[in-house]
């Protein structure tokens, strides 16, 4: 077997707390003591981004976990108590959502492919034909949140890959643990597990989770407990669950794009119209006259005369060129707004409307969907919160109208006012004012200039100059200008009615509430729709299994939690969940395997072995004598992690005096050792430290799937069976090292190099050896290329060109 090639080496100016090899791509995540979170790519562990902290996701980084097609990183913050969703191309936060406790592990898997989820994806094909694609928001507005920027035209899709369900588990102190589909919707809270999360694994078929956890024992010591939890009901009702996911993801979304579009709003609106606001209160604290600010309009509007303070305020403050640029922009805003209402806030509550339709039709097939915990009640409640919305952002489209057409009244009688003030021409189209133009400016002054003295209380001002404003202030008060509903035919009508008044198929409208109030109601109401699933499904999963392993001594907190043992395996194939950890205080030289199956009904007979460390290195497991130049020594582990299922990846000390602590990374091969038949009978009333002796032990050796790894410290790997490649990093948490584990060192690649030319001809000699010239020069890239190609053999320059065409 080849020995494993180094790739990169590097020294890193800080600390690294966790790393990630991505399940697709040559990418490794690693997350460092400063926040930041850095992306590397296998060739010379080459940085491809970096993502610095900041306020809004936070500092401080506690755990990563890669999405099943390699697209998404999610990480987690403690200091904000955030997971943030994190585009792996472009290093874009995508989405991020808050959490109860500061999140130590996460574990982001992919169910197993299921024939009954195809017809689900047509289904989904139906709301595409059924629903207009959702508009953009604007560019200017889009850096708020990349998940509807224009650049991306399937914005839901893009974030929930494919129709295959994959979930991502988060877990924390005090027994916190919540599922995530497609890592945006919680669809399970568990209860019930006792201490500090430090490791998570769910099984690819759903039938059970396993997490290990970090109690504080009766005497105060530390102890690691594996706990099996049974997630049947996810397991049996699959395809249910997969339909109520997608579609509470979708609403999910909608939500936020929701939110995005009324953000817009308030952007447009609040730079301009606000200076309004402020030049018209301000001349009505300034003036001296005990005239109202009504009249004084008026009184231009009838005789054409006005005031000194006003003829000031409208030629010395406003100016006729302000004017004129006042106008423009408030016309503008409001089109803006307009735009917004009519293409985003309506599309968006269309769509939603649409989904919770569908849902509740789930919810009403109560065979399939009420073991999953949809309730039809809460949905109803939903949509009717929807439909207010969708009538309040249709009142305030009618306020838009109105209002647009009274301030363009208004602007353009008072910017002839001002013309004739200053003496200057007024154009002959402007000099006409019709019946109704007099009408709008009449209804402008009434309406918002007024000497009410409760609304000086509330507010601070005499008057309130923007009725469209008043609908996006994010605030609990009621309007300070309602709309007028005298006269309205259909409010009178419903009004006389008893049976209507009070039917449920009628939206409530609530006059007297902003958009936002009616807003921040409708997602007061979705989130108890989209909490319920999550509290049936948490309480459905059971603890099955809990043993405890053994006591730890005090950890250093320098040392990051994910590195350390135990760590957690899913094996897909034999449907298995193992457990690797040591016992170093009890047995140095060995490493332990526990596995259970993933349905907890299902027992498995040897499900404990500990494999011996201290074996020759050239023997085989079937070798009774080793060879003549094995050497035996003693090993204990530092940290290993699975590569494959039956391939386990060490990081080994060894333990004897004259080997100044040699450190190697080995491949250990387990299925020898797996089918031990060999039965450990479990005492229950004792931890496993403390019969220890009992447990079967099988002694294995890596032959030269090993490596020296000279002049580093290493502690901690990092492995990708997939990709066939490893990082390994220092007891510093600064210096790492990436190799490739299916490929010949260039070492070893010289040394058969030498042997085969000594058997060769003369001329192959000759020709050899100006191929080895050529590849041993430093800086001559060409050349290396060339003679790895006559000699069959991959080269650095080859292995880098091949890692970034799998990459970014």
Not at 80 to 95: F, G, N, P, R, Y
Not at 402 to 428: G, I, T
């Amino acid at each position: 077997m080849p020995a494993f090639r180094q790739v990169g080496e590097k020294q890193l100016p800080n600390p690294v707390l966790y790393m990630a090899w991505s399940p697709k791509r040559d990418l490794i995540a690693l997350a460092n003591t400063a926040g930041e979170l850095l992306l590397h790519r296998l060739a010379n562990f080459q940085r491809v981004w970096s993502l610095a902290p900041n306020e809004n996701t936070g500092k401080e980084i506690t755990s990563l976990a890669w999405r099943p097609d390699g697209k998404i990183l999610a990480f987690s913050v403690g200091d904000t108590k955030q997971v943030v969703l994190c585009d792996a191309e472009k290093a874009e936060i995508l989405h991020l959502f808050p959490v109860d406790y500061p999140v130590s592990c996460m574990h982001w898997m992919e169910v197993q492919s299921d024939s009954s989820l195809s017809s689900f994806s047509d289904s989904e094909d139906e709301s595409n034909r059924f629903l207009p694609k959702l508009p953009a928001l604007p560019k200017s507005y889009s850096s708020t949140s990349k998940i509807f920027s224009e650049e991306k035209s399937d914005e839901v899709t893009s974030l929930l890959g494919e129709v295959r369900l994959n979930i991502l588990v988060v877990g924390g102190p005090s027994g916190f643990v919540e599922l995530y589909a497609y890592g945006l919707y919680k669809i399970a809270t568990l209860k019930g597990i006792a201490g500090t999360c430090r490791s998570l694994c769910l099984a690819s078929d759903l039938k059970s989770l396993s997490v290990v956890t970090e109690v504080k024992s009766p005497e105060d010591n530390a102890e690691i407990h594996y706990v099996q939890l049974d997630t049947g009901l996810l397991s049996s009702c699959l395809p249910e669950l997969t339909r109520m996911a997608r579609k509470f993801t979708h609403i999910s979304t909608l939500i936020q794009y929701l939110r995005l579009s009324l953000t817009c709003m308030c952007e447009a609106w609040e730079d301009i119209l606000m200076q309004m606001d402020l030049r018209l209160t301000k001349f009505v604290q300034e003036k001296n006259t005990s005239t109202q600010v009504q009249d004084e309009f008026l009184e231009l509007l009838l005789w054409g005369h006005a005031s000194p303070e006003l003829q000031a305020l409208l030629m010395n403050q406003l100016t006729v060129k302000g004017l004129k640029m006042l106008g423009q922009s408030i016309e503008s805003s409001y089109s803006s707004i307009q735009k917004l209402v009519i293409s985003h806030l309506q599309s968006g509550s269309e769509a939603l409307l649409y989904h919770l339709s569908e849902v509740k039709g789930m919810a009403l097939w109560k065979q399939k969907f009420q073991p999953l915990g949809l309730d039809p009640s809460a949905i109803e409640d939903a949509i009717t919160a929807v439909g207010s919305f969708t009538l309040k952002a249709s009142e305030l489209l009618q306020v838009i109208d109105k209002s647009m057409k009274n301030f363009k009244a208004f602007f353009r009688w008072l910017y002839v006012a001002m013309l004739r003030m200053s003496e200057d021409h007024v154009p002959p189209e402007l000099n006409k004012m019709t019946q109704k133009d007099l009408a709008f400016v009449a209804d402008f002054l009434s309406e918002h200039f007024s000497a009410n003295e409760e609304l000086f209380d509330r507010k601070g001002k005499y008057f309130n100059v923007e009725r469209v404003g008043q609908y996006l202030k994010d605030e609990d008060e009621d309007l300070v200008s309602p709309p007028n509903m005298e006269g309205n035919h259909w409010v009178t009508f419903v009004q006389q009615s008893t049976h209507l008044k009070e039917s449920p198929l009628l939206f409530p409208t609530y006059p007297q509430k902003s958009l936002h109030f009616v807003k921040r109601m409708m997602e007061g109401t979705i989130d108890i729709c989209l909490q319920k699933p999550a509290e049936v499904i948490g309480s459905s999963v059971k603890q099955a299994v809990c043993l405890p392993l053994y006591s730890v001594c005090e950890r250093s907190e320098d040392t990051p939690r994910l590195f350390e043992l135990p760590s957690l395996w899913n094996d897909k194939n034999a449907a298995m969940h193992y457990v690797v950890f040591c016992m170093p205080e009890i047995s140095p030289f060995k490493i332990y395997i526990l596995r259970r199956a993933t349905d907890p009904n299902r027992s498995v007979l040897n499900n404990l072995v500990a494999i011996h460390l201290n074996t020759p290195f050239n023997t085989s497991i079937d070798d009774e004598v080793p060879v003549a130049e094995s050497v035996d020594r003693s090993y204990s582990c530092l940290n290993a992690r699975l590569y494959d299922d039956e391939t386990l990846t060490v990081v080994l000390q060894c333990q004897e005096k004259d080997e100044n602590k040699l450190r190697l990374l080995a491949q250990l091969p387990l299925s020898s050792a797996l089918r031990c038949e060999e039965v450990f009978t479990w005492d229950p009333t004792l931890r496993l430290d403390q019969q220890s002796e009992k447990i079967p032990v099988q002694e294995l050796t890596w032959g030269n799937q090993s490596r020296d790894l000279e002049n580093m410290k290493a502690q901690f790997v990092a492995v990708n069976g997939i990709r066939k490649v490893a990082c390994v990093l220092s007891s510093n948490l600064r210096h790492i090292r990436v190799f490739e584990m299916d490929a010949e060192d260039e070492e070893d690649e010289e040394r058969a190099d030498e042997s085969q030319d000594i058997s060769s001809d003369q001329d192959g000699l000759e020709e050899t050896s100006t191929n080895q010239g050529a590849t041993g020069t430093e800086g001559d890239g060409e050349g290396e290329a060339e003679a790895c190609e006559e000699m069959g053999e991959g080269s650095g320059d080859t292995l880098e060109q091949t890692s970034e065409s799998d990459t970014l």
